[in-house]
C-alpha cells in the first residue's frame, strides 16, 4: 500500500506545484497567500508518503483530497483534478491493502514447512 499511495502522494506534489502557478494569475490572491497555501499542502503530500503505513496516515491522506477538491474554488480546473487524485487515493488505499494481504499470505506459506 505504501509504494502505490507514495506515487499518489508525489503525483499530488507536481499537480499542487502546477495550481499555484495557475492560482498567482488571480487578480484578487496575493502570491504571498498563494505560494504560502501551496507550499504548506506540497510539504504535507510528500511528508504523507513516510506516513501511510502508520495509524492515521490514510486518513490525513484522505483530508488532503478533500482540501485537494475544495482548492476548485479558487483553480476552477482543480475540483477535476481534485476527484481524480481522490479517485487515485482510493484505488491505492483499496489495491495496495490487498496486495499487502497478499504478501503476507505469501510469506507465510514460505515459512511453513512443506506437507510433503
Known amino acids: 500500500m505504501r509504494t502505490l ?4 502522494l508525489i503525483g499530488e506534489f507536481f499537480v499542487i506545484g502546477f495550481a499555484g502557478l495557475v492560482a498567482m494569475k488571480q487578480p484578487d490572491l ?7 497555501v501551496c507550499g504548506v499542502a506540497m510539504f504535507l503530500s510528500v511528508a504523507l508518503c513516510g506516513m501511510v503505513g502508520r495509524p492515521g496516515g490514510v486518513a490525513l491522506g484522505w483530508a488532503l483530497q478533500i482540501a485537494l477538491i475544495a482548492s476548485g474554488v479558487f483553480v476552477p480546473m482543480m475540483f477535476f483534478m481534485g ?3 481522490a479517485l487515485l487515493w482510493w484505488a491505492s488505499v483499496h489495491f495496495g491493502r490487498k496486495v499487502d494481504e497478499a504478501k ?5 506459506q514460505a515459512e511453513q514447512p512443506d506437507a510433503a
Open 30 to 36: 496575493s502570491t504571498g497567500t498563494v505560494w504560502t
Open 83 to 85: 476527484a481524480v487524485f
Open 104 to 108: 503476507a499470505r505469501f510469506a507465510a
Open 5 to 8: 499511495c507514495s506515487s499518489t
